[in-house]
């Protein structure tokens, strides 16, 4: 938890533009001070938490880590905004509460990113980013579909022993592509990209410009990081946070 309030004391300093002086004076304590909870070398009192909260305007939860957004308020998954788009036949959610949050999760946050992505002239960008979401889409479609002996494996073209190795090595390809890209280099996909205002961005700014999808996006950046950091720190599968 200490590593969560490091982190997020440190990201909203940076996104007010505000010197780690000048917060620490207006927060009443020394600048080596600050620059030690900034770097959990300390950690601090529950006082400082609050004062923290008050000063940023935003939830003790999210300083702790324990809510993405920063109300740290929660709703029930079935108050989550379904995506423009649904999968089932008659157009509504249905299953259990795991698959129907994370299915919102997921969607939502793809409308996010191809938002930023339009407002890019880069179409190798898009292309490339494209083609990585839907070879993960495909790699998970087909491990389910073969699970079953009955389903044969003529829907696909790729041969059963290449198919895992081979789509691993395209998401790969793509990724090194979009990282490309971002950088300004030019492989050979369009003139190279310079322009990356579009992607400025702050979890302020990502709640004021997606008031339905934004709770949905840092959701799912707090589950893939508590993932990728170990099982730990599992979120509860029916909650998450809602915006002010």
């Known amino acids: 938890m200490a590593s969560q309030f490091s982190r997020v004391i ?21 600048q080596a001070l600050l620059s030690h909870y900034e770097k959990g070398i300390r ?11 008050n000063y940023y305007d ?3 939860d999210y300083l702790l880590g324990r809510s993405a957004e920063r109300s740290g308020l929660t709703l029930s998954v079935e108050e989550i905004p379904a995506p423009e788009a649904t999968a089932g036949k008659d157009g509504h959610y249905r299953g259990s509460v795991l698959p ?13 990113l191809y938002d930023k ?15 990585y979401l839907m070879v993960s ?16 494996d003529s829907l696909f073209s790729v041969p059963g022993a290449l198919w895992q190795g081979y789509s691993s090595a395209a998401m790969e390809m793509a990724e090194a592509n979009v ?10 996909k369009g003139a190279p990209l310079k322009d990356l205002s579009a992607f400025a961005m702050t979890s302020e700014s990502l709640a004021r410009d997606y008031p339905l999808y934004a709770t949905s996006l840092l959701n799912l950046i707090k589950t893939s ?20």
């Open 117 to 131: 992505l339009s407002a890019c002239p880069d179409k190798g960008l898009v292309t490339e980013v494209s083609g």
């Open 137 to 152: 889409v495909y790699k998970m479609f087909r491990l389910v579909y073969r699970s079953v002996r009955g389903n044969t």
């Open 58 to 60: 935003v939830s003790c």
């Open 225 to 244: 990081e508590e993932r990728i950091a170990g099982p730990r720190a599992a979120a509860p599968a029916d909650k998450v946070a809602v915006n002010k």
């Open 10 to 30: 440190t990201l909203l300093r940076k996104e007010r533009g505000i010197t780690q002086k000048k917060a620490a004076e207006e927060l009443g304590v020394s």
């Open 100 to 112: 129907t949050l994370n299915r919102k999760l997921v969607s939502n946050s793809l409308n996010i």
């Open 43 to 53: 950690e601090c009192g529950l006082d400082f938490v609050v004062r923290v909260a």
């Open 179 to 188: 990282s490309a890209i971002l950088k300004g280099e030019d492989i050979g």
